[in-house]
């Protein structure tokens, strides 16, 4: 983490995941035009944001119930976090006249598939991938999701329900030729109370 501190990770845009950070603690104030209107900072705040409701509600569920987190549990999080606020690849998108060149990114791919999961609840989103040639139209493409789940949800029907829905947002948003969505459940939250209620 010092690598991170010494050399802070900075979007496209020049802005640096601390200040966005900072800029959050803040509740947006003052109003900054530069964060505001770049899609690269919105997506970067929204993920941050993201990342401290779901840090502060395992947080309270869990803390009577589970042994502290390791101590890099935070540092690892970010990680992800930094991992995928960035642009990516620009992947194309058809229009009907050849003149026109329209790109989506993958950043905004990956917060798509983000928001479909946001939906089910229960489900956490770790991390988005999006293996194969992605940027060469028609290229077979594999979504590759990881994320948590409450210990009272049904694994099959949460997973099944993210990759129809992940299905269906890539194919009415972008031009992806997605092949298969994989999704990995990493790690299981929220604990059921053991303790006998006699």
Not at 14 to 43: F, H, M, Q
Not at 115 to 142: C, H, K, N, T, W
Not at 178 to 188: G, K, S, W
Request: charged residues 25%; negative net charge; proline residues 7%.
């Amino acid at each position: 983490m010092a690598m991170n501190e010494a050399h802070p990770v900075a979007l496209e845009c020049g802005k640096t995941v601390d200040e966005l950070s900072d800029y959050l603690a803040a509740d947006r104030l003052p109003y900054d035009p530069d964060i505001e209107n770049c899609p690269e900072c919105l997506n970067a705040l929204d993920a941050l944001e993201r990342v401290g409701m779901l840090s502060r509600s395992l947080l309270e569920r869990e803390a009577s119930e589970l042994p502290p987190p390791p101590a890099n549990w935070f540092d690892r999080i970010m990680d992800v976090v930094r991992s995928e606020m960035r642009v990516g690849r620009s992947l194309p998108v058809q229009h009907p006249d050849p003149r026109v060149q329209i790109t989506i990114t993958e950043g905004a791919v990956r917060a798509l598939v983000r928001s479909v999961g946001d939906e089910i609840e229960g489900l956490y989103i770790g991390r988005v991938d999006l293996d194969g040639d992605a940027e060469v139209p028609g290229a077979p493409v594999e979504v590759n999701i990881t994320g948590t789940i409450g210990w009272d949800r049904s694994v099959l029907d949460a997973t099944s329900l993210l990759r129809a829905a992940v299905y269906d947002a890539l194919a009415q948003h972008t031009d992806l030729n997605v092949v298969a969505v994989n999704v990995t459940i990493e790690d299981v939250h929220g604990f059921a109370n053991t303790e006998d209620e006699s």
